[in-house]
């Protein structure tokens, strides 16, 4: 691996306990990567300014990082099990402040284009590589108690990045939107090297370099079309060869990984039905949450003509809905069970999105911002229980493989969110009319979403959750605890 698992500091690593480094490396990496991949569309325009372009040419700039993004994944298991999390971990995060640092130094688009791609491609191996160490580390009853925490920074770095967006370009320049990773990721490497553990799980097979030309293609072909789709339209030639593309290479990765005895997705983890139900409520389950948050601002800013300002501040209130959720749940989990917690969430965002169907064009801000924290409340009750849920049945030696395939299919259930949003959208929408969609067409959206959130949460009802619920209560968590548990540490 790259320098960065080598480097040694002149400073006696302190003997810190990995139940706090772990945490607090992974929410700083999580906080960072969100921030990046949401504040970019803020700078849009100006960059359009300075390499003198329309804001439409920019779209490569945005389509490249998901698209990488999903390429890399599928690597993410095999690397942590042959380097260890934490040489994997630093170096992805090093990787991502470099390309950071060439982002806000590029001298056109080609450049720009060509560091966000590794951006994604860091990103895709930080995001599973930080949740294998944090499952590790802690077994299913401690994983409920810390995710009441670590849901703090994915709520926050949404909200926040588009005022730290605007704050940088209006005062700075589109540049600092790059750089100001730097500052805030060096402190999180150096703070990595000298207190985070070695993690290792088993030792990998060889490289399955086959799956993986087959997945990672497949995989950028398919976020490539479904990013696409609702900009270019569903029948454009471009976007309808991306998606046949990308769903032939992903059924030969299926096929290909099925009959492979080390295959680099461990597919054979769906054969779990917890793990399976858990991962397509997911899938599912987040077009209707996040294409709800897509939706918002959309709908605040075109259909009712409000601010930048006013519509942050009115999307703003779901994440205080969330954290105040999340501390519940936390608590009932392993009574109430995540069966009943996911499905009473789903239904509860499936009865919001109806109310905010209703909203016209005269809807009061607050009554926004209110529906907004009702949606937060819901919202709660899905994210950390499917999560904490899918990983009962999986020993400690399939983490990496666990996190990585959750990891995928939450991206992908992230690309389907505004693709599915903006489609209904065009649907609804008269074809003169198109780059200002009617009040009703808003109202449509909700409608849909709202039914697909209610489809879901039946599906959740029937969650086969004992599991889960045993190992947070403790009655497995003592068997597991020794599996999950690093057995070897090395800090340095």
Known sequence: MPFISRLRLPVRSRPLSQRLVVPVMCASVTFIAIVDGAITTVALPSIAGQFRLTTAALDGVVVVYPVCLAMAIPASAWLVERFGGKRVLLTALGAFLGSSLLCGAAADLTQLVAFRAVQGLSAGVLFPASAALLFATFNSSEQVRISRYMIIPQQMAPAAAPVLGGLLVDHLSWRWVFYVNLPVGIPVVLFGVVFLAEHRGRPPGRFDLTGLLLTAAGLGAAMFGISEGPNRGWSSVAVVTALVLGAVLLAAAVVFQLRTAEPLLKLRLFADRL???????????????????????????????????????????????????????????????????????????????????????????WTFRAYMFLLGVAMGGVFMPTTVASLANIARQDLAQASTLNTVVRQTGGALAPAAVTTVLVLSTPAAAVADPPVGAYQHAYLALAFVAAVTAVFAFTLPDAPARAAAGGTAASSRSALRRPRHEKTG
């Open 275 to 365: 793990f399976r139900d858990t991962n397509l409520i997911n899938l599912v389950g987040l077009v209707p949450i996040l294409g709800a948050m897509y939706l918002g601002p959309l709908f605040l800013q075109q259909a009712q003509g409000r601010t930048a300002v006013e519509s942050g501040t009115s999307t703003f209130p779901e994440a205080f809905g969330v954290l105040l959720t999340v501390q519940i749940v936390g608590v009932l989990y392993a009574r109430v069970g995540p069966r009943i917690i996911v499905g009473c969430g789903l239904a509860g965002v499936s009865v919001v999105l109806l109310l905010f169907a209703t909203c016209d064009e005269d809807t009061n801000l």
